[in-house]
Structure formats: structure tokens, C-alpha cells
């Protein structure tokens, strides 16, 4: 979700104002998938990198989850939309850990969307995490060395329950995935836009499903193979 401070800069406003724009994108994104029948949506809220920023940016953020995760989670639970987070909670403050615990288990029995937040989550560390999990079930004799495999190094990973992406969205228009995702974005279709995030709206997101739409999606097999497999 790039493109807040841009946003708010080019308005002559602090970069905060920019990061509560964009919670109201963000607020109309889930409507649309939820409209739309999309099952999953994961955020990419706070990198691992963000800390670097001045700290005075850095704590209005944290204060945006906790008054967002405040006034939101009623409405998502009534919307039945299951909350849960990814990345290190561990160096959030103790109030927002426990907001976070709360609206997990608040919404964990909803079904009509997964909404997943990645705060304080990079794809480098998920990776490292998922090796750590299978050095401990190594350790604790529950698996053997020989058996780690990609599929049981994929079952550690985060959101190893859900299906994997099909479409990942950038906007404000840098060409990167920066430490999002990496192993479950492996076969995903990669879509890039210059829209700022605070002016991501439904026609915005509609654009990102037609383009996602006329993707012929081969992993790996050639463009006949699978004309033959769909009957295209
Ligand atoms: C929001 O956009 C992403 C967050 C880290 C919260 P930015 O804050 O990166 O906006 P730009 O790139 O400065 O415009
Ligand atoms: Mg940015």
C-alpha cells in the first residue's frame, strides 16, 4: 500500500494525514473483495525495513493500528471477515499486541474473507522463520534432516493455509516487491501501478482484476499446454 506520504506531500500535509487517507482505501478495498467474492486479501501494512523512519512517523502509525484495529473490528466481524496478522508482533507495544490477540479471536470462526495484515512482516524473515520451525521439529526428533523437502518447508510459512496469491497489486509506482511475500509470490501475477494508495478506489482495483483477468497463468507448462487443459 504505497504512496500515503506522496499523497499527502503533493496536498501540503504532514506525511500522517497521508497514512489515514489510506485507511479509508483501505476500508473500501475489503468492501470490494468482499462485493466480489475475492476469499483473501493480505496487507502489506508496516515492513520490517519501516522502523528505519523517523520515529516520530513511526509511533502516529503504530497509534493509526491501534485506533484503526479500535473502531474497525466490529464492523469486519459483522461483515464476517476473519482478522489475522502477519510479521513480528513482538516489538509492537503490549497494548497493540493485545488488540491484535483480541481481533484474531474475535473473528477467527468468520469465512467470508481472510484479511491478513503484514505488520512488522518481510519475506526474508518468514522464510527464516518457517527454517527455524523445521530445525526444532528436527531437534525434537519429530523429523528427520532428509525429510525436509519445499513442501514441508512450505507448511511453516505463514498463511500456509490459504491458497496461494494469484494477484499481488503495487501502487505509487515503484516496480518492486520489497521484501513482501517472496516465497508465496512465486507464481503470482505481478501487478504495478502509479496510483498513490490513498487514491486506490474500486475502479482503481477493478482495473488490476480485468488486467489480472487476461493473464494466461502456465506455471511452467507452455501457452498450448494449457489452452488444451482449459479448452481456450
Ligand atoms: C505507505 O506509503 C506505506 C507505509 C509504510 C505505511 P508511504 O509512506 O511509503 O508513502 P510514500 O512512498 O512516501 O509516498
Ligand atoms: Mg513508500
Not at 515503484?174 to 501487478?191: D, G, H, K, P, V
Amino acid at each position: 500500500m504505497d504512496g500515503n506520504g506522496r499523497w499527502a506531500r503533493a496536498r501540503m500535509l504532514p506525511r500522517a494525514i497521508g497514512h489515514r487517507e489510506g485507511v479509508k482505501s483501505v476500508r473500501r478495498t475489503v468492501e470490494t473483495c468482499i462485493d466480489k467474492g475475492i476469499g483473501a486479501l493480505t496487507l502489506f501494512a508496516f515492513s520490517s525495513e519501516n522502523w528505519r523512519r523517523p520515529s516520530d512517523e513511526v509511533s502516529k502509525i503504530m497509534d493509526l493500528f491501534v485506533n484503526t484495529l479500535k473502531k474497525e473490528v466490529a464492523a469486519l466481524d459483522r461483515n464476517n471477515v476473519r482478522l489475522r496478522f502477519i510479521g513480528d508482533r513482538s516489538a509492537f507495544s503490549s497494548n497493540l499486541q493485545q488488540l491484535i490477540r483480541d481481533s484474531e479471536l474475535q473473528t477467527a470462526g468468520n469465512r467470508q474473507l481472510e484479511l491478513v495484515i503484514a505488520a512488522n512482516y518481510g519475506g526474508q524473515w518468514d522464510i527464516t522463520q518457517a527454517c527455524r520451525k523445521l530445525v526444532d521439529r528436527v531437534q525434537a526428533g519429530e523429523l528427520q534432516a532428509e525429510e525436509i523437502t519445499q513442501q514441508s518447508l512450505a507448511q511453516e510459512m505463514c498463511i500456509a493455509d490459504l491458497p496461494l496469491p494469484d494477484l499481488f497489486i503495487r501502487t505509487g509506482g515503484e516496480r518492486r516487491i520489497s521484501n513482501f511475500l517472496l516465497w508465496q509470490l512465486a507464481y503470482t501475477e505481478l501487478y504495478f501501478t502509479d496510483i498513490l494508495w490513498p487514491v486506490f478506489d474500486e475502479v482503481e482495483f477493478g482495473k488490476a482484476l480485468d488486467w489480472f483477468a487476461n493473464r494466461q497463468r502456465r506455471f511452467g507448462r507452455t501457452g498450448e499446454q494449457v489452452e488444451q487443459l482449459t479448452g481456450a
